[in-house]
């Protein structure tokens, strides 16, 4: 997988974390709707919660050795969210998104709303509505507790893995298997008669690491950190002179 797609999926994994849609989506299967309420709760009552993310994309198969990844940090609080993942830097604040991109020196600003690429609070709204036939499994070891979800034939997704800390309620590692046709070019996608860097179906694991609380404050998600609003203008801070701001909503 290129660079490239890989930080992209990244985003969209993330703008897949949110609870609601499988707790409606699994009517019936308690213990499901049970560890995705308690992961929802623990991310949503911890206060100025800081931890680590990694990607690692790998060919579907045991024993098989990572060809990308990725690394990134987390800083949550409530509904306000900074992450940061190689050069890219999204804040949502009370009343504004904000999407610093550094390589292209650009910064883009919008109204948050319910698909935003941040922290696990919003576990898998956008990838479990309105979808059926998904079989659920909840198991226990140790100090963890893990939720695997097997997809119907057709789907992106062939199976996720869920480990959480079962005493905070926290998330170890999230595993996606996916169909690798939706992510890269079809001449990358090894066959019959046509060797490829990339096996049919692919695994995507997200670790999480280093949870901290208080190492941060209210002023890490104020917007005066990025820009000021002058005569009905936007302008960037001093720290990004340099950056064309670009307004992604009308209602600003």
Do not use: W
């Not at 190492?215 to 005569?231: G, H, I, K, M, P």
């Amino acid at each position: 997988m290129a660079y490239l797609s890989l930080k992209k999926y990244a985003f969209a994994l993330l703008t897949a974390l949110s609870c609601a849609g499988i707790v409606s989506a699994q009517q019936g299967k308690e213990d499901a709707r049970a560890f995705l309420i308690k992961a929802q709760k623990a991310y949503r009552e911890s206060s100025y919660l800081g931890f680590k993310v990694k990607y690692l994309y790998s060919n579907a198969g045991d024993g098989v050795k990572p060809m990308d990844s990725l690394a990134g940090e987390i800083q949550m609080d409530k509904d306000r969210c900074r992450m940061v993942l190689d050069g890219t830097e999204t804040i949502v604040t009370g009343r504004y998104l904000i999407q610093v991109m550094e390589e292209d020196k650009s910064m883009y600003l919008s109204r948050p709303g319910k698909a935003i690429p941040m922290s696990p609070v919003q576990l898998m709204d956008t990838v479990f509505r309105q979808l059926d036939g998904i079989r659920t499994d909840v198991t226990t070891e140790g100090r963890r507790t893990i939720l695997t979800l097997q997809f119907p034939p057709g789907k992106m997704y062939t199976r996720i893995r869920m480990v959480m800390d079962t005493a905070t309620g926290y998330f170890q590692q999230i595993t996606y298997g996916v169909l690798t046709a939706g992510l890269v070019g079809q001449d990358q996608v090894e066959r019959p008669g046509h060797p490829g860097p990339y096996s049919k179906e692919g695994r995507i694991d997200m670790v999480f690491s280093n949870y901290e609380k208080g190492r941060f404050d209210d002023a890490l998600f104020d917007e005066v950190n990025f820009f000021t609003r002058a005569s009905g203008r936007y302008l960037p801070a001093a720290r990004y002179r340099d950056y064309h701001i670009f307004l992604a909503s009308s209602n600003l």
